[in-house]
């Protein structure tokens, strides 16, 4: 039997009236229930649980919508980031929770997208709460884990320290397998093997052995930033178009994935040239008479897990002249040598000190002191000698000398 008309129509108010009800019951239950009490306590290795209280069973939609952040943090008012939802009364942090936390969570409906207001906490622990280090840094290569840190100058010196390491969403933690000491403390990771993803968010922590009521201090960091290439090596040099070429020990990365800086110094000019460069060639501009030595280094671009290190500069490179000019710059400055030290010095050294003419005097002409010698007898001196008696021309005196004996004494006188 159909409907009256004014039945049907307070049947469809009714139903309006039933289904504006349930929506308001609804969005008051979410308004009137924002969590309450949040907490916060250690989890895993570099976790943190924050929990909090509420009335909410969390089914059809609804849940608890949560963000956190570091204090001083430039994002501050950006909240999606970090932002999750949870249809538990809890969620786990991987944070430092050293450097303090702010965090917010409230009730949420997302289909009608109705919540109830943000019940907001910091968490920022003294620093006595933690482990007595800072200035926890690590490097990556391709196959070893280098860290350090400094121990603060409150540290007990009966101490030790040990960094232990888990990947985020794991329960297997690492610990450093071989220590640098200082006199009596470790203060470094050095050369431990490290197979894990570089990709893939790791906590680091360094904790105090003498004292398990300290919480370790740790740092959540992504292993690819802070990764080290390899040295370039193989640099070669085409002299015909002046391009410099490298390789990479190891590429894990397309070719696009890495940047490299090329150093080139003229050994006239000590001043270098650093030139950023996107591939492993460069054409470099140099005077080919001169002397040149070129280093490279390399890192992971933010095309690919940008990297905020660059390798070691590789060895120098050095470039010489070219061949056949500096063959003849040679051979003409040997020339050049040769003809100073045996014409040009000698010369010099006769003039100034006058040695012409006491080296090279001129040879006496017997013509001059043996007249006709020549000329009437052919050079035949007996000949000429009997035809020219030699004439004293001054008569020498003869001096006559006596010589008188002197007798010795005689004992009797």
């Known amino acids: 039997m159909p409907l009256a008309p004014s039945s049907l129509t307070m049947t469809i108010v009714w139903a309006i009236m039933a289904n504006g009800v349930a929506l308001m019951s609804l969005e008051e239950m979410i308004r009137m229930n924002p969590p309450t009490d949040i907490k916060i306590a250690p989890g895993r290795l570099g976790e943190y649980i924050v929990s909090?209280?509420?009335?909410?069973?969390?089914?059809?939609?609804?849940?608890?919508?949560?963000?956190?952040?570091?204090l001083g943090s430039k994002d501050a008012e950006k909240h999606d980031e970090n932002a999750r939802l949870s249809k538990a009364h809890e969620v786990k942090l991987d944070v430092e929770l050293d450097r303090g936390i702010f965090v917010q969570v409230q009730l949420y409906e997302a289909n009608e997208e109705i919540s109830s207001n943000w019940t907001e906490k910091i968490f920022h622990p003294p620093r006595d709460s933690f482990a007595p280090v800072d200035?926890?840094?690590?490097?990556?290569?391709?196959?070893?884990?280098?860290?350090?840190?400094?121990?603060?100058?409150?540290?007990?010196?009966d101490a030790e320290y040990f960094l232990s390491y888990r990947m985020e969403n794991s329960n297997d933690v690492n610990n450093c397998t071989n220590y640098q000491r200082d006199e009596q403390r470790n203060i470094a990771c050095r050369g431990h093997k490290y197979e894990k993803?570089?990709?893939?968010?790791?906590?680091?922590?360094?904790?105090?052995?003498?004292?398990?009521?300290?919480?370790?201090?740790?740092?959540?960091?992504?292993p690819a930033l802070y990764y080290k290439l390899d040295t370039p090596i193989n640099?070669?040099?085409?002299?015909?178009?002046?391009?410099?070429?490298?390789?990479?020990?190891?590429?894990?990365?397309?070719?696009?994935?890495?940047?490299?800086?090329?150093?080139?110094?003229?050994?006239?000019d000590p001043t270098p040239k650093v030139k950023n460069v996107s591939s492993t060639k460069y054409v470099i501009s140099r005077d080919?008479?001169?002397?040149?030595?070129?280093?490279?280094?390399?890192?992971?671009?933010?095309?690919c897990h940008e990297s905020l290190f660059?390798?070691?500069?590789?060895?120098?490179?050095?470039?010489?002249?070219?061949?056949e000019d500096f063959a003849l710059l040679t051979i003409l400055a040997a020339v050049g040598v040769i003809f100073v030290g045996t014409v040009l010095v000698p010369i010099?050294?006769?003039t100034r000190f006058k040695l012409?003419?006491?080296?090279?005097?001129?040879?006496?002409?017997?013509?001059?002191?043996?007249?006709g010698l020549f000329e009437d007898y052919d050079g035949d001196f007996q000949k000429w000698i009997h035809k020219n008696p030699i004439l004293m021309t001054k008569t020498e005196e003869c001096i006559p000398v006596i010589v008188k004996e002197v007798s010795k004494p005689t004992s009797e006188d």
């Not at 200035?135 to 010196?157: G, H, K, R, S, V």
């Not at 190891?250 to 994935?257: E, I, N, T, W």
């Not at 660059?310 to 061949?323: G, L, N, T, V």
């Not at 012409?356 to 007249?371: A, L």
Request: charged letters at 20%.
């Open 52 to 70: 909090w209280s509420g009335n909410c069973t969390c089914t059809n939609g609804i849940s608890y919508h949560f963000n956190h952040r570091y």
């Open 135 to 157: 200035n926890l840094t690590c490097i990556f290569d391709d196959n070893y884990m280098n860290c350090t840190w400094n121990i603060t100058e409150n540290a007990p010196q």
């Open 197 to 222: 993803n570089l990709v893939s968010k790791l906590n680091i922590c360094v904790s105090e052995s003498s004292n398990r009521s300290k919480l370790p201090y740790c740092r959540n960091i992504i």
């Open 235 to 268: 640099i070669t040099i085409n002299k015909d178009t002046n391009e410099v070429e490298w390789k990479l020990p190891k590429m894990h990365y397309s070719d696009s994935c890495y940047n490299y800086q090329i150093n080139i110094t003229d050994w006239s």
């Open 288 to 303: 080919h008479e001169k002397r040149y030595s070129v280093k490279v280094r390399g890192t992971v671009n933010r095309d």
């Open 310 to 323: 660059w390798s070691e500069w590789s060895k120098p490179f050095h470039i010489e002249p070219d061949a």
């Open 348 to 350: 010099f050294l006769c």
């Open 356 to 371: 012409w003419t006491k080296v090279c005097q001129p040879i006496p002409d017997p013509k001059e002191k043996f007249n």
